[in-house]
């Protein structure tokens, strides 16, 4: 990879920082023992060669289908003859246009489910998705479903960007690892677990591979964007779900010795890696989208893919996209969040009543600028909830004074799961009578 920004991209990949590659054309033909089948980044060009005409019929089935079928079930599995050509050898061929990786994985053992979503309502574009698996991993008979239901999700609901790819492929392996086309997960005894890792993986089709970040460098351009994704995308597949993935260490780390700026370039060793790259900028896109509403935020989320997908931004492209699609100067959040260190807390530190309202004063004690989630519950038991964006903060302030009703009350919470309040001591508030 030669880019303008540093030239010849020279990290190895040693294990955490990930890649950074250039977008080409692949041809690939993969020959393997005629048992074997291969799922691989790109599109099958000879599956009618290597493929039974009963099992070809199904797959082909399935990229018109919103239903999943099993192009390979567990009836096939074991017949020698059932599943591919009876040749010593098969040769598989694939084509991919604009990628940033090449991948592929086999077995002769694995079922194979799949259907296909309409990811592009303008031109009818159906995306296929896949789950092959060893039938031994009970999780995997759902994973064909949280798939299709990521790709749906982020073609029409976030990031609201039809998906890129002719395919989406998640092979049941031994990690947990995306790749252009294909995601490499492992089975999991949890089924919100199962969900959250499908969904994550996928997640990582937009970015980075339709974007092109440099993740060795930016991981949160990345990893950041999987998180946000796997906190939205999650509890709509399963509405039990509430993912807290990064909060905790965030509350724990953020502002401590061991923390550094977003910004700062990813390092093997560093020791704030992990919220670096996950939560703290998950939840500064999501504070932002809070911010903004949806329709600003979409703006400025899809200038920035227009405008760079496929051109390797850096994290400047991303600020300053943000600011001119939404036409909002966001600079004040981007310091506090990216530029610099800061500890993540809130108290509330007094309420006044005056007849039917309580004005609650909260401070932000720490010096990132977090959301207000206030839940007031009445003597009765009733819940009223009251919010306020990170808006609340732009100038500067430390405090704020939100009125909420006062009839009848018992007592103020504040909080949320995706605010990594550092103390929750001072969150909550009961009235002395
Ligand atoms: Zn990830």
Redesign the pocket.
């Known amino acids: 990879m030669y880019d303008d920004v540093d030239g010849w991209n020279r990290i190895p990949y040693l294990g955490r920082l990930e890649f950074y590659n250039d977008f080409c054309d692949f041809k690939a033909q993969i020959t393997v023992p005629a048992q074997q089948v291969v799922w691989a980044t790109g599109d099958l060009k000879n599956g009618e060669v290597v493929l039974q005409p009963a099992i070809y019929s199904k797959l082909m089935a399935a990229e018109q289908s919103d239903q999943i079928i099993a192009v390979i079930d567990s009836t096939d599995v074991g017949h020698a003859t059932n599943i591919t050509r009876d040749n010593p050898v098969n040769t598989w061929r694939f084509e991919a246009k604009n990628v940033t990786d090449f991948v592929f994985a086999c077995s002769d053992h694995y079922l194979w489910h799949s259907s296909s979503v309409l990811v592009d309502y303008a031109s009818g574009r159906r995306t296929r998705v896949d789950a092959a698996f060893n039938p031994i991993h009970k999780d995997f008979f759902e994973v064909a479903s949280f798939a299709k239901k990521t790709v749906d999700l982020m073609s029409h609901v976030f990031p609201k960007w039809p998906f890129p790819y002719s395919h989406e492929t998640v092979f049941d392996g031994l990690d947990q690892m995306?790749y252009p086309m294909m995601v490499n997960d492992n089975p999991l005894e949890d089924r919100a677990e199962a969900i959250e890792l499908t969904d994550?993986?996928i997640f990582?089709t937009m970015f980075p591979f339709y974007m092109g970040t440099n993740e060795t460098k930016y991981a949160w351009m990345?990893?950041g964007w999987?998180t946000i994704g796997e906190w939205l995308i999650s509890p709509m597949i399963d509405t039990t779900i509430v993912d807290e993935y990064g909060i905790g260490a965030t509350a724990s780390l953020a502002g401590s010795e061991k923390d550094v700026p977003t910004m700062t370039i990813s390092t093997e060793m560093s020791q704030s890696y992990f919220i670096n790259a996950y939560p703290k900028p998950g939840l500064a896109y999501l504070y932002v989208k809070d911010m903004l509403g949806d329709d600003l935020f979409y703006k400025g989320l899809h200038h920035y893919i227009a405008e760079w997908h496929g051109k390797h931004p850096i994290p400047f492209d991303f600020f300053y996209c943000m600011n001119t699609g939404s036409g909002k100067n966001l600079n004040w959040f981007w310091k506090k969040w990216f530029f610099e260190t800061g500890v993540a807390d809130m108290g509330i530190t007094g309420v006044r009543i005056a007849g039917a309202t309580a004005y609650v004063t909260v401070q932000l004690k720490g010096s990132l600028p977090l959301p207000i989630d206030l839940t007031i519950t009445d003597k009765a038991g009733k819940k009223t909830k009251v919010h306020r964006s990170v808006a609340v903060w732009e100038k500067g302030n430390t405090r704020t004074i939100i009125p909420v009703p006062a009839k009848n009350i018992k007592e103020i919470v504040m909080g949320d799961a995706h605010t990594p309040d550092a103390d929750k001591k001072d969150n909550v508030w009961k009235p002395l009578h």
Do not use: V
């Open positions: 995306e994550h993986e990582h990345d990893e999987a």
